[in-house]
C-alpha cells in the first residue's frame, strides 16, 4: 500500500509541474468545465464511493482550500471523521470471544429431521439418537432448536395426511386402490369408468366403463376382477377406496370373503387416495382429453390400450423410473440404436432398443 501510495504522489506532482506550464486562461476554463461536470455528476450520483488512495488524496487538498469552498466538496468533514472511525474499528478489531461454538446446520437440520420423522421422540430421545450417531450436542440445545422449528413437546400430534402418508408406504405392498372417473364422448354423453391399482406396482386394471353406474354394476365388476386374480389375491391385504354411495357392503364384503380389509377414507379427501387420483390425471392428460370418444365400446377400448401402454412402459417415479411390468432386477445393457412407434393414433409416442 505505501509503495502504490508513493506512486500515486510521484504522479500527482508530475501533474502538477505540467499544469505549471500552461496558462491562466487554459487553467480558468479548465477549472470551469470541472466545475459544470461536477454539477452533472452531482445530480446523477447521490452516494459517490471514493476508494482508499481518492480519499488520501482529497482528504490532503482539502486543507488548502478555502473555508466557503469546503462546504460545496463531496468531502466534507463529517466525511473525514466517519473515515477516521472506519480506520479505527479496522484497527482494533477484536476476535470473538471463546465461547460454546455455534450449531451447525448439518446438526440443526438432523434435529428437525429426527424430530419431524418421529412424533413420539421427545428432545431426550433426539438427543440420546445424537449420542449414537457420535454428536456431542447438550440436551437443552437440541430442545431449542426442535422448539424453533415449531417441533413442541412429545408427543406431537401427526397430521391427518402425514398418517395417510405413513399408512400408505407401510401398507404399499399388500394395498389395492380404486375410484370411479368420468369422461365425455363426442355427443356429450357421460360414460363412467372403474378401475383398480396395484399400488406397489402400480399395475391398473380398467374393470369396465358403462353410463349407469350402478352399485350392482360395481359389485358385479368387482366380482369379476377378483376371480381373474385368482391365487394372486392373497398377496392383497387392503383395499382403499372413496364414500362413493356406489361402493356398498356387498362390495366390501366381496373384498373381505378374501381377506382383504375395505378402507374408506376421509370425506371429501382425495389426497389420502393418491395413487388412484394420479393416474386419473394422467388418463385425462395423455389420453382422454386428446381424443374424441363415440360411444361406450370405444371409450373402454382406449382406456384399455391406455392401460396396457401404462403398465408395460409407462415410467413411474415411485418405480424408480420403470414401467409396472419391469424387473427391477434386470439391467439393459445399452443399444445402438433406438426406435419408436406411435400409440393412440400418434398420440403417445414409445420408444425402445432396436432388436
Known amino acids: 500500500m505505501l509503495v502504490r501510495l508513493a506512486y500515486l504522489i510521484t504522479m500527482r506532482i508530475f501533474a502538477w509541474l505540467v499544469l505549471l506550464s500552461r496558462s491562466s486562461a487554459a487553467k480558468n476554463a479548465e477549472i ?39 462546504r460545496h466538496r463531496i468531502v466534507s468533514p463529517r466525511t473525514l471523521l466517519a473515515w477516521h472511525q472506519r480506520l479505527v474499528r479496522k484497527k482494533w478489531t477484536q476476535p470473538p470471544s471463546p465461547g460454546r461454538p455455534p450449531l451447525t446446520e448439518e446438526i440443526r437440520d438432523l434435529i428437525i429431521r429426527l424430530g419431524a420423522e418421529n412424533h413420539q421422540w421427545g428432545f431426550r430421545r433426539v438427543h440420546g439418537e445424537l449420542r449414537r450417531l457420535g454428536h456431542q450436542v447438550s440436551p437443552a440445545t437440541v430442545r431449542r432448536a426442535l422448539r424453533a422449528a415449531g417441533l413442541g413437546p412429545a408427543p406431537r400430534r401427526q397430521p391427518a395426511r402425514g398418517e395417510w402418508a405413513a399408512f400408505l408406504k407401510a401398507q404399499a405392498s399388500g394395498l389395492l386402490a380404486t375410484d370411479l372417473f368420468h369422461i365425455d364422448t363426442v355427443a356429450l354423453q357421460r360414460l363412467y369408468a372403474l378401475f383398480v391399482m396395484e399400488v406397489r406396482t402400480r399395475t391398473v386394471h380398467i374393470l369396465g366403463v358403462t353410463a349407469h353406474p350402478t352399485a350392482t354394476w360395481v359389485t ?43 378402507v374408506k377414507i376421509p370425506p371429501r379427501s382425495p389426497n389420502c387416495n393418491p395413487h388412484a387420483e394420479r393416474f386419473i390425471r394422467s388418463a385425462r392428460e395423455e389420453c382422454t382429453n386428446r381424443i374424441l370418444l363415440f360411444d361406450r365400446g370405444h371409450a373402454e377400448k382406449i382406456l384399455h390400450d391406455y392401460a396396457d401402454h401404462f403398465n408395460s412402459h409407462r415410467p413411474h417415479q415411485g418405480r424408480d423410473q420403470l414401467a409396472p411390468n419391469d424387473d427391477p432386477d434386470i439391467i439393459p445393457l445399452p443399444a445402438a440404436r433406438i426406435e419408436h412407434r406411435n400409440a393412440f393414433a400418434g398420440l403417445i409416442n414409445q420408444y425402445h432398443r432396436a432388436g
Do not use: M, N, Y
Request: some cysteine.
Open 32 to 70: 470551469l468545465i470541472l466545475r459544470h461536470e461536477l454539477a452533472v455528476l452531482r445530480r446523477q450520483v447521490t452516494a459517490p464511493k471514493p476508494g482508499w488512495s481518492d480519499r488520501a488524496l482529497l482528504a490532503a487538498l482539502a486543507r488548502l482550500l478555502p473555508r466557503a469552498l469546503r
Open 220 to 262: 358385479q365388476q368387482a366380482r369379476q376382477f377378483l376371480w381373474q386374480l385368482v391365487d394372486c389375491a392373497g398377496e392383497f391385504t387392503h383395499l382403499i377406496r372413496d364414500r362413493d354411495a356406489k361402493f356398498t357392503a356387498a362390495f366390501d364384503s366381496l373384498f373381505a370373503s378374501e381377506g382383504i380389509t375395505v
